[in-house]
């Protein structure tokens, strides 16, 4: 049972294209995040959302727009795509902070857009 | 401006020997740093992470230095294993526990342990 799930695995699309990627996790986290991983292996945080409400929202233009249905579903909507949005995308969750939880990370094992 | 930073690309190792993965950072309010392992074709998963107030954290044949004087840390495998070969991640966040996701990452750096 894969404890974060993102589809699709692999896009490749044109450019001004409208595409989605979805992240699912059944581990009961109330945190689900997005992170991007660029051309130079950097892995930087885009969106985080905390029990379907956005806490964080990076320096990402406009084009990109998460969508958090419920607080298992965390997807990534990108309007217009641009030959730079080519990345691996990463979603991720973790427990909130206690006395108990490191608050490490669960990541999923990203989507690999390649705009065109 | 890369606030964690993983000088090192890659490093090959013998099996059995140990293996030493240096970070580097700049920010002195970071105050919790974590080491993640990632393989091909999948996501990075935790491996071990140490707060500021500790110098040293062990688990099992991994083991984190911090000296934050230095603002360094590394990350030691020994004995090495063929299958920690993987690209492994430097993280901090100045939020402890880094629940709120504002994790800075290194770019990686890829151990290859030889048999």
């Known amino acids: ?116 | 401006d890369q606030q964690v930073k993983q000088n090192s690309p890659s490093l090959s190792v013998q099996e059995g020997r140990i293996s030493i993965l240096n970070c580097d950072y700049t920010n002195s309010m970071f105050d919790y740093f974590l080491w993640y392992k990632k393989y091909p074709a999948e996501g990075p998963t935790f491996l071990i992470s140490i707060s500021s107030i500790k110098d040293k954290n062990e688990d099992g044949r991994f083991t984190v230095f911090l000296n934050k004087s230095a603002k360094h840390l590394s990350l030691h495998i020994v004995p090495s294993q063929p299958g920690d070969s993987a690209v492994y991640f430097c993280a901090a966040s100045a939020d402890y526990g880094g629940s709120q996701g504002n994790l800075i990452f290194g770019k990686g750096t890829k151990l290859s342990v030889k048999p």
């Not at chain 1, 799930?5 to 997005?34: A, F, R």
């Not at chain 1, 965390?74 to 990345?87: F, V």
Request: proline share 4%; charged share 20%; glycine share 6%.
């Open chain 1, 1 to 116: 049972d894969t404890a974060v799930s993102q589809t699709p695995k692999y896009l490749v699309t044109q450019m001004g294209n409208d595409k989605s990627i979805k992240c699912e996790q059944n581990l009961g986290h109330d945190t689900m995040y997005w992170y991007k991983q660029d051309s130079k292996k950097f892995l930087k945080i885009m969106f985080s959302y905390n029990n379907k409400e956005l806490i964080i929202n990076e320096t990402v233009p406009n084009r990109f727009s998460p969508k958090s249905p419920d607080k298992a579903h965390l997807n990534l909507h990108i309007n217009s795509l641009e030959l730079g949005d080519s990345a691996v995308y990463f979603c991720a969750s973790s427990l909130p902070i206690d006395s108990a939880n490191t608050g490490e990370l669960f990541f999923g094992e990203g989507s690999r857009l390649t705009v065109l």
